[in-house]
């Protein structure tokens, strides 16, 4: 049984900085099947939106124009676990985070994952 959990969420100051954490099982990171995992957030009153996305191989990494330079998506295959660095970050970076599997390859809507986490906040204020 797949199953993802987030964690480091919170709050911070603009400016400041998050890591996400994303430990899955059920499956193992790079072995077969091949899962990618993304990254998508969602804040109040509006759609979730696709932030990040790391391939199965690991060798591409997909970033919203929106995150471009702040944000870094990298993956621990021995932890099993996909990150979220989140840098300079902003008030309108609030909102709850997940992730979510598919097979294979990144894509953009969140329709085609598989799997989800349960969300964790985060809270960017002063």
């Known amino acids: 049984q797949l199953q993802l959990v987030e964690s480091g969420g919170g709050l911070v100051q603009p400016g400041g900085s998050l890591r996400l954490s994303c430990a899955a099982s059920?499956?193992?990171?790079?072995?077969?099947?091949?899962?990618?995992i993304g990254w998508f957030r969602q804040a109040p009153g509006k759609e979730r939106e696709g932030v990040s996305c790391?391939?199965?191989?690991?060798?591409?990494?997909t970033y919203a124009d929106s995150v471009k330079g702040r944000f870094t998506i990298s993956r621990d295959n021995a932890k099993n676990t996909v990150y979220l660095q989140m840098n300079s970050l902003k008030p309108e970076d609030t909102a709850v985070y997940y992730c979510?599997?598919?097979?294979?390859?990144?894509?953009?809507?969140?329709?085609?994952?598989?799997?989800w986490g349960q969300g964790t906040q985060v809270t960017v204020s002063s």
């Open positions: 979510a599997a598919r097979r294979t390859s990144c894509s953009g809507a969140k329709e085609v994952y598989l799997t």
């Open positions: 059920g499956f193992t990171l790079g072995y077969y099947p091949l899962y990618a």
């Open positions: 790391i391939s199965s191989s690991g060798g591409t990494t």
